[in-house]
């Protein structure tokens, strides 16, 4: 299975301002995604992170909320832009090996916007 | 209505029971599916791939049902470290993974 390093773990932002969140995997991968999960809810897929090119979003996500980078096959970042209480919840970097169809989750990053 | 579905619960049961989950699925050209573990505040950890045949590891067995469109897990001897929220997934041909909202279950003493 891929180690998947995610940062910050949690963070208390103030409204209005950005946030960026780091997922570094230790093995190349295929696919990489952005998952959130509110409280007491399930995971929703944010986007797809695409090597190399802009990332492809679910329905309900823009890039200009959240912007997402994948410049190499290991990492990737999404920035939560112009925070609002209501995108407190858990952000989620998952991965699918290059030889497996499973899916591996870092950590999370719990935010909570004031 | 959701690609994948399952009863959210919470299924409350002593210690050595054995509990059912079962999740369905929409898409028929679904082709990989998987139960993941989510403890509270943790993230999912892949508990078991599921297959046609049937999969067992110790406790745990899951079972796929294609011409049902669904899957099962199956947990006997419950301890009370099984306790948290049980994830259904499924992957189609896009590779994009669906979750289900996810189980809850609760083992008492």
């Known amino acids: 299975s891929a180690v998947i390093s995610q940062k910050p773990s949690r963070d208390i932002c103030q409204r209005g301002t950005s946030l960026t969140i780091q997922c570094q995997v230790d093995?190349?991968?295929?696919?990489m995604f952005w998952y959130r999960q509110q409280p007491g809810q399930s995971l929703t897929l944010i986007a797809t992170?695409?090597?190399?090119?802009?990332?492809?979003?679910e329905s309900g996500f823009v890039i200009d909320k959240f912007p997402i980078s994948r410049p190499n096959l290991t990492f990737s970042t999404l920035t939560v832009s112009n925070m609002s209480p209501e995108d407190s919840s858990i952000y989620l970097c998952s991965v699918v090996g290059v030889m497996s169809e499973k899916l591996f989750f870092g950590s999370g990053t719990q935010l909570s916007v004031l | 209505r959701k690609e994948v579905e399952q009863d959210p619960g919470p299924f409350n049961v002593p210690e050595g029971a054995t509990v059912a989950f079962n999740c369905t699925y929409s898409?028929?050209?679904?082709?990989?599916f998987f139960w993941y573990r989510q403890d509270c505040r943790k993230e999912p950890k892949l508990l078991m791939s599921v297959y046609s045949s049937g999969n067992e590891d110790g406790r745990f067995t899951a079972q796929l049902n294609r011409a049902s469109q669904y899957i099962s897990l199956l947990i006997r001897d419950s301890k009370l470290s099984d306790s948290a929220t049980y994830l259904c997934v499924g992957r189609g041909g896009s590779y994009i993974p669906t979750f289900g909202r996810g189980t809850s279950l609760i083992v008492h003493p």
């Open positions: 992170a695409n090597q190399g090119s802009e990332a492809t979003y």
């Open positions: 093995s190349q991968v295929t696919m």
């Open positions: 898409n028929s050209a679904s082709q990989s």
